[in-house]
């Protein structure tokens, strides 16, 4: 990790300040935690095997919708460390999965102005160094942790005699909680702010809590008993792809949305059907089961609500909005979060 050669500038290590994240599970702690998984959830995933035990260490304290804000009277900040894994996956950006997007806040809190976003420089290596002009100091920085890569070491420098606090004023804490796969947790967006959970984040200035896993996102017991332990605004459940057995699905989703809902029985709770276009016939009894199951929870008086994310947007749409059969682009990302949002505050 290289160092500024100015014995100037104050460094603060944000790994030690859990008061300057967003985006954990554990807040209590002196230490910032970015694990994401009960030891229920993990051992209930290890026992599908050899495949999900790596998946399960690759992200299991992922950073996506892990979040830093703070303001600071410096004229320049210096901001260093290191991410954990070097290489870049499949149908991401090198900076999309491993950059640090950094927003600054404007007109009152009301404007989240982009600036750039950075990491490090080359596939295959993990640390990175930049500095940026802070020209209108009363303005905080607001900065979205790697979607798909975990934060090892992270330092936020400002010169010597300058202040730097947290600022999250403007953000209500209860959080929006997010239970997805690959598409949740952000793959195919250009840089982590276009994830589709940041982007609802930014349009309700709302804390948001991302729980999602590329690949094993299966409904564990474990997951849906962590989630009933948190207070909460509303609940997006994206939870289908990574299944195969449609008979397995129905029963493991009844299960999980049932114990959810018992932990939280007035907590508004949103399913979102699959995004697979291209593999329409493939899922579309996956989708029959969510659909089965929202239809059960209206005539029961629970508060639901239901995304069919084939309505959002046509075939031909499609093709402009994802990289893939499934893995929505930014402006993929942009309509659905816009979805989500009519959901959580309509009545």
């Not at 009301?110 to 020209?135: C, K, W």
């Not at 997951?223 to 948190?230: D, Q, T, V």
């Not at 459940?237 to 299944?243: L, V």
């Not at 016939?281 to 629970?302: C, H, L, Q, T, W």
């Amino acid at each position: 990790m290289k160092d500024n050669d100015s014995s100037l500038i104050n460094w603060i290590n944000v790994l030690t300040h859990p008061s300057l994240v967003r985006g954990t599970l554990n807040i209590t702690s002196n230490q910032v935690d970015f694990l994401k998984c009960s030891e229920d959830a993990i051992k209930e995933t290890v026992q599908r095997g050899e495949y999900f035990q790596r998946l399960l260490d690759l992200f299991k304290d992922n950073n996506s919708g892990c979040r830093i804000c703070f303001v600071t009277n410096s004229d320049t900040v210096f901001i260093k460390g290191r991410v954990r894994r070097r290489w870049s996956h499949g149908k991401l950006t090198h900076w999309g999965g491993s950059g640090l997007d950094v927003y600054k806040l404007k007109n009152n809190y009301t404007l989240f102005e982009h600036i750039s976003v950075y990491g490090p420089v080359l596939d295959g290596a993990d640390d990175f160094y930049f500095s940026i002009i802070n020209r209108d100091a009363e303005n905080p920085f607001y900065i979205y942790l790697p979607t798909y890569n975990c934060i090892e070491e992270l330092y936020v420098g400002v010169k010597e005699g300058c202040y730097l606090r947290e600022e999250w004023n403007f953000e209500s804490l209860v959080p929006v909680i997010f239970f997805g796969n690959s598409v949740t947790q952000g793959a195919s967006a250009s840089r982590s702010g276009n994830a589709y959970p940041n982007i609802v984040q930014r349009k309700l200035q709302q804390n948001i809590l991302n729980l999602s896993f590329s690949g094993f996102c299966l409904g564990q017991k474990g997951f849906a008993e962590e989630i009933g332990k948190l207070n909460c605004r509303s609940i997006v459940i994206d939870y289908s792809r990574n299944e195969a057995d449609k008979e397995i699905f129905r029963e493991k989703y009844v299960r999980f949305y049932s114990l959810i809902r018992e932990l939280h029985p007035n907590v508004r709770i949103i399913f979102l059907t699959s995004f697979n276009f291209n593999n329409m016939k493939e899922f579309s009894g996956f989708d029959n089961i969510i659909n089965d199951v929202y239809k059960k929870a209206v005539e029961d008086g629970e508060n639901v609500k239901l995304i069919n994310t084939m309505n959002c947007f046509s075939n031909m749409e499609y093709d402009l909005l994802a990289t893939d059969g499934c893995h929505l682009n930014d402006a993929g990302m942009y309509i659905i979060a816009s979805e989500i949002v009519k959901k959580i505050v309509e009545e």
